[in-house]
Nanobody
Framework: VQLQASGGGLVQAGGSLRLSCTAS????????LAWFRQAPGNEREFVAA????????AYADSVKGRFTISRDNAKNTVYLQMNSLKPEDTAVYFC???????????????????WGQGTLVTVSS
């Protein structure tokens, strides 16, 4: 599976962005999908994930109520809609996919086998 993330950019605090991650290579709907982020000087952290069949979205507490993960299996694409952005949301955002992810490991980066290249989101105050 190859993942290509896009949609990052510069936005003012309170604004919105939608990230996209398109996959190629294998059957998309078999995979759990997730977004992680890494701010300068920080470790990578979990943002959101959606486990397949049935859809079971999970969110980090820091983004709950502001971010929404969704997927379009027909387009092999997962989205991250980000609203009410804050300066602390500034980071490189990575999409990830995994075929063996279970509920207890959805928030762990090590559970995902495939990663996109990252897209930079900068939120100005």
């Amino acid at each position: 599976v190859q993942l290509q993330a896009s949609g990052g950019g510069l936005v003012q605090a309170g604004g919105s962005l939608r990230l996209s991650c398109t996959a190629s290579g294998r059957t998309f709907n078999r995979y759990a999908l997730a977004w992680f982020r890494q701010a300068p000087g920080n470790e990578r952290e979990f943002v959101a994930a959606d486990k397949r069949n049935p859809s079971r979205p999970a969110y980090a507490d820091s983004v709950k109520g502001r971010f929404t993960i969704s997927r379009d299996n027909a387009k092999n694409t997962v989205y991250l809609q980000m609203n009410s952005l804050k300066p602390e949301d500034t980071a490189v955002y990575f999409c990830a996919a995994g075929s063996t992810v279970i509920l207890s490991t959805m928030r762990e980066g090590s559970a995902y086998s495939y990663w996109g290249q990252g897209t930079l989101v900068t939120v100005s105050s």
